[in-house]
């Protein structure tokens, strides 16, 4: 969850996040923060990240009153540029962009440990058979070490 690095609003509770997505919470006065409306984004359906932010904050609730942007790229600049806006965007889009901030949720920041955000989604690597070659290496190399400490560093905890 992001948004702009000028909203007060530091942590909410999962409920929060859903009572925002759902179109029952839509003034930041109700979460918080500033007597201001809330402009809820998400991103197109077809984007893994939709979906996994329905499998987690939603349930079997549907989306209400948000606007869809098109491309996850343009969630960020969206978001940073409006106050008032929250926004869903995988964490590899962040980087260390100063119009925007990570929310915490439950009072957990994002990060790459297991089951530490309650926003997130597995990752896999899938080959036709046992990897070889060039693919293996590249598999053992992020799997090793080396590669465990550049995500970390990459897609460590935001904020």
Partial sequence: ???????????LTLEQVRDIFTGQVTNWNAVGGPDQPIKAYIVK???ATYGVF???????EDYNGV???PFDAKMVSQVGN??????????????NLKSIKAVTIDGQAPSTVKGAYPITRPLYLVTPGEPAGAV?????????????KTISRL???IG
């Fill in 54 to 60: 329905r499998q987690a904050v939603l349930g079997d």
């Fill in 155 to 157: 897609f460590a905890t």
């Fill in 136 to 148: 293996k290496d590249y598999i053992d190399w992020l799997l090793g070490p080396e590669g465990q």
């Fill in 82 to 95: 409006e106050n008032g806006a929250i926004g869903q965007i995988s964490a590899s889009f962040l980087g």
């Fill in 1 to 11: 969850m992001i948004v702009s690095s000028d909203n007060p609003v530091d942590n």
């Fill in 67 to 69: 606007n869809v942007i």
């Fill in 45 to 47: 359906p077809n984007s």
